[in-house]
């Protein structure tokens, strides 16, 4: 079980890990918890994504909640009257994801899965400056979202994969991204940690959007 508590200035995490038997392990994680494939992430290593943006709290972002599925939603806040400064909306969606549902897919994909590490307010930029993360004012445009404008075409700066770009149009087996993405090799795979298997769905998104380039 993982419980954060947000405070005003900063986010509170705590992980603790209560056994079958009633152990406790406060902070330290676990693996394979009551014999399933499902790990439990140390303190360290939720703050290793949950620092890499300043509020700390995953998910709670406009462009995610902007859904009509169950749960939570932007109108929701809106109707609430919870929203500082409500966005307007000129149809169905306050902010809309561009391109076709192959692009939608791939870019809502990398944004979730990835864009908390990997955007401008994240050390990780030093290193490897790709943009997964959607911005409202982005969204004009396939081409004028982050994804496209830092990885499409763009040499990887790091040289421990065999690929000719980050994503190279209409060559997964070229795309850094892809690869590390369609591998379970610790030095190379993404996530970095968390992760015990390959996502097939999420491979097969990024290809096909690849393919489509």
């Not at 360290?44 to 169950?70: E, K, N, T, W, Y």
Request: hydrophobic residues 35%.
């Amino acid at each position: 079980m993982q419980v954060s508590r947000k405070r005003r200035d900063h986010l509170l995490a705590h992980v603790r890990h209560v056994h079958a038997a009633g152990g406790d392990q406060p902070g330290a994680g676990a693996e394979d918890v009551l014999g399933t494939p499902h790990d439990i992430p140390s303190r360290s290593d939720c703050r290793r994504c949950h620092d890499r943006l300043p509020g700390q709290v995953l998910g709670f972002q406009a462009i995610l909640l902007d859904h009509d599925g169950p749960g939570l939603t932007l109108q929701d806040l809106i109707d609430q009257d919870l929203l500082t400064d409500p966005p307007s909306s000129a149809g169905n969606d306050y902010f809309p994801v561009p391109g076709d549902a192959t692009a939608q897919a791939a870019l809502g994909y990398l944004h979730t899965n990835c864009g908390n590490c990997h955007n401008p307010m994240s050390d990780v930029v030093n290193t490897v400056p790709v943009d997964w993360r959607l911005r409202v004012g982005t969204l004009a445009t396939v081409e004028a979202t982050p994804a496209f404008t830092t990885a499409v075409g763009v040499a990887p700066t790091l040289g421990n994969i065999n690929a000719t770009s980050i994503l190279e149009p209409q060559d997964p087996d070229q795309s850094a991204a892809y690869l590390r993405m369609n591998t379970q090799q610790a030095a190379t795979q993404m996530p970095p940690e968390g992760r015990e298997e390959i996502d097939a769905d999420g491979v097969a998104i990024l290809a096909a959007w690849i393919n489509a380039l």
